[in-house]
Antibody, heavy 123, light 107 residues
Framework: EVQLLESGGGLVQPGGSLRLSCEAS????????MSWVRQAPGKGLEWVSV????????YNADSVKGRFTISRDNSKNTLYLQMNSLRVEDTAVYYC????????????????WGQGTLVTVSS | EIVLTQSPATLSLSPGERATLSCRAS??????LAWYQQKPGQAPRLLIY???NRATGIPARFSGSGSGTDFSLTISSLEPEDFAVYYC?????????FGQGTKVEIK
């Protein structure tokens, strides 16, 4: 059974930092690209960041470019999101998910999601 | 960045009725589009991938169509558990983006 368990959320002041983790199990973690998607309270979904299966390429949404860094440790089956210079507008539930760039077409989309971790940026 | 515009924002229907949701892309995404369902307090669930293919375990009452810039999700006969928010998402190029969502509510 696929499991994605996010952690690390909490309350932080504007300008502060936080590191989120996503522990994966039930699939071959090192074979999949991983993404973070967030959802502000009462709002829609926003894709945030992606990292390839090997970790050699990353891409961030403009809204977090220069502030957030995605990384992974394939030996620990864990994905990370280092969030710096946090803003009030970064307040959201952060989900991790995975996808592939080739192979089974369904796997190219977000088939499985974690339960999310809430980040609140407020003074 | 490709912008996905969903309409309507809210759809008020009764159980048993047919629901048709629209997603329009600001430029062609070919067939690289998915639909997700999200219920309150839950993570999204993949319904449709590559515009018209039902994801694993998704009931046949859900169907998707379209290509290029215009897509639709149809629920042939609404069940009580189908009242939720629906999002489209493209994976044509980076950044991937989601539409703003359509809420299907009970009339």
């Amino acid at each position: 059974e696929v499991q994605l368990l996010e952690s690390g959320g909490g309350l932080v002041q504007p300008g502060g930092s936080l590191r989120l983790s996503c522990e994966a199990s039930g699939f071959t973690f090192s074979s999949y690209g991983m993404s973070w998607v967030r959802q502000a309270p009462g709002k829609g979904l926003e894709w945030v960041s992606v990292i390839t299966d090997s970790g050699d390429w990353t891409y961030n949404a403009d809204s977090v470019k220069g502030r957030f860094t995605i990384s992974r440790d394939n030996s620990k089956n864990t994905l990370y999101l280092q969030m710096n210079s946090l803003r009030v507008e970064d307040t959201a539930v952060y989900y991790c998910s995975y996808s592939r760039s080739s192979g089974d077409p369904e796997s190219k989309y977000f088939q499985h999601w974690g339960q999310g971790t809430l980040v609140t940026v407020s003074s | 960045e490709i912008v996905l515009t969903q309409s309507p924002a809210t759809l008020s229907l009764s159980p048993g009725e047919r629901a048709t949701l629209s997603c329009r892309a600001s430029q062609s995404v070919s067939s690289s589009l998915a639909w997700y369902q999200q219920k309150p307090g839950q993570a999204p669930r993949l319904l449709i991938y590559d515009a018209s293919n039902r994801a694993t375990g998704i009931p046949a009452r859900f169907s998707g169509s379209g290509s290029g810039t215009d897509f639709s999700l149809t629920i042939s006969s609404l069940e009580p558990e189908d009242f939720a928010v629906y999002y489209c998402q493209h994976r044509s190029n980076w950044p991937w983006t989601f539409g703003q969502g359509t809420k299907v509510e009970i009339k």
